[in-house]
């Protein structure tokens, strides 16, 4: 619970931010690649329109490359909960703060405007600030 109310209050951050509501989009605007940089390196995830995905990121001085398949979730307009996007059996870098066992994994995506550029963010950790966004 604690997780996804820290998400909401970031992703209420996010679209205040933007001076506008959460903008909505479809499954399409999704596919490509995202980066998601820490402190000491980058994790990169390539979201394919055949619903999978690759999660590319090192641990302990490794490449690892994990897939999965994921899902666009069309939520109603009159939901308390949004969620856009699920990624099956995800598995996150391993550090501090983030557990590194599979599950699956729920999120918004979020489009916001920097440099009148859009960006999408997937957020997972949101304490720390941490997204995947679109390069």
């Known amino acids: 619970m604690k997780f996804h109310l820290s998400l909401f209050v970031l992703?209420?951050?996010?679209?205040?931010?933007?001076?506008?509501?959460?903008?909505?989009?479809?499954?399409e605007e999704l596919?490509?690649?995202?980066?998601?940089?820490?402190?000491?390196?980058?994790?990169?995830?390539?979201?394919?329109?055949?619903?999978?995905?690759i999660h590319k990121f090192r641990e302990e001085n490794e490449v690892k490359e994990e897939k999965g398949a994921w899902k666009f979730v069309e939520t109603p307009s009159?939901?308390?909960?949004?969620?856009?996007?699920?990624?099956?059996?995800?598995?996150?870098?391993?550090?501090?703060?983030?557990?590194?066992s599979r599950g699956?994994?729920?999120?918004?995506?979020?489009?916001?405007?920097k440099n009148k550029e859009p960006n999408i963010h997937l957020c997972f950790q949101t304490e720390?600030?941490?997204c995947f966004v679109k390069e």
């Open 11 to 27: 992703i209420m951050a996010i679209c205040t931010g933007c001076g506008s509501k959460r903008e909505y989009f479809n499954a």
């Open 31 to 53: 596919y490509g690649s995202y980066l998601a940089h820490y402190a000491d390196d980058t994790d990169k995830l390539e979201i394919n329109a055949d619903g999978t995905y």
């Open 78 to 100: 009159d939901s308390v909960i949004e969620i856009d996007v699920v990624f099956y059996n995800f598995k996150f870098r391993a550090m501090k703060g983030i557990s590194s």
């Open 104 to 113: 699956d994994w729920f999120t918004l995506a979020v489009k916001t405007s």
């Open 128 to 130: 720390l600030h941490l």
